[in-house]
């Protein structure tokens, strides 16, 4: 469905010392993971709908459970059923990234009365 997830390995240092913020990538199949952050790291979300049978799985926009650790900056969704957001790490501390996964039915279907949660907590140290 999704390509596997990319998060940040250790973080770098600049020739100064500082760390170095890093890119944490999120997808599909990152559902149920914790990943650990640092402060200034962006972490992305990008969850991928699909069709099948006259039905759109269509996700909503990502959200953090505590916009003190975890700020979105952006996010939206596509027709094609696509979400996307990013979040900037802003406190030490833990929050959770989650979205949730409904059906759209194309006229003459019906769908199944089913929502399909996402969620990834993340800690910033």
Known sequence: M???AAPAAA??????GAQ???RIALTNSDNGRSVTASL????????TGY???G??????????????VLRRSAGGTTPSGDASAAFHTE???TATITAQRRCRPDPGHICPSVVTPWKVTVEVK
């Open 2 to 4: 999704a390509a596997a």
């Open 11 to 16: 973080h770098g240092q600049a020739s100064d």
């Open 20 to 22: 170095l913020a890093q």
């Open 40 to 47: 200034g790291d962006d972490n992305e979300v990008r969850l």
């Open 51 to 53: 069709r099948e049978n």
């Open 55 to 68: 039905l759109t799985w269509v996700w909503n926009t990502p959200t953090s459970s505590d916009s003190a």
């Open 91 to 93: 406190h030490d501390g």
